[in-house]
């Protein structure tokens, strides 16, 4: 199982640990492209700092992200799972898990960036500021210039097994499964069910969505659970107690979609 996750906007400060090793980072493959993402982003922000916060569309309050990002090649790194934080981080809530658990999260969990394409929970970065909606003087639009790399990683990434994409739009933008392997892709949208007058009432969860997607990776990977497709995942998250409806996608080589349906929203 693979599962594609959005990284978060807010960031736990660097670490102590030692400085980026670009060489180290998971997906090889994507070497190239982050290296050139990193030496404009970094060039960007040490030469010009108002330039730099119009780019990254940074608040004034924000300022002080620019300088973290002209000092990455320096700054004292953590593992991805360490640096990323909010709403789905807290509810996944990845130190507290068991050590076969978090040696599952290490195998199975990717998260998608503006800077590095994809890392591995396992990879040690240092903290930055840089979404996949940031168009770079040099290389363009985040979003356009990750697919072509992403294109000739990811679908060996993928394996042959099942791929749970529960990233934002604006990180899909980034890599699309395709064919054989989109047709073992499961997206999750998640429902608020609610009684009014007596009429269930259903709408989509937003912001809330992320701690229940945080929520249906910890159960997964608690229960070592295995599936090998979009069904056997239906049927992994009804076991662990969620309440999901779901139906095949009308033609081959098309994503499934999931409902996720919750009671309560926190």
Known sequence: MLVLLPPSEGKAASGRGAPLKPESLSLPGLA??????????????AADE??????????????GEIAKNAELRTAGTRTAGEIYTGVLYDALDLATLEPAAKRRARASLLVFSGLWGAVR?????????????????????????????MESVLPEVAGDGLVLDLRSSAYT????PKGEVAGRTATVRVLHSQLV??????????HFNKATKGRIIRDLLLADARPKGP??????????????????????GRPWALDVVVTQIH
């Open 32 to 45: 190239d492209a982050r290296a050139a993402v990193l030496d404009e982003l970094v060039e960007l922000c």
């Open 50 to 63: 108002e330039k730099a916060r119009a780019v990254l569309g940074l608040s004034e309050g924000l300022r």
């Open 231 to 252: 069904g056997e995942l239906v049927a992994a998250l009804r076991d662990l107690g969620h309440v999901v409806e779901a139906a095949a996608p009308a033609r081959a």
């Open 121 to 149: 929970v396992g990879d040690r970065i240092p903290s930055y500021r840089c979404s996949m909606g940031v168009r770079l003087p040099g290389l363009g639009a985040l979003g356009a210039y990750w697919r072509g790399p």
């Open 173 to 176: 933008a980034a890599w699309k």
């Open 197 to 206: 007058d007596g009429v269930e009432k259903r709408s989509v969860v937003s």
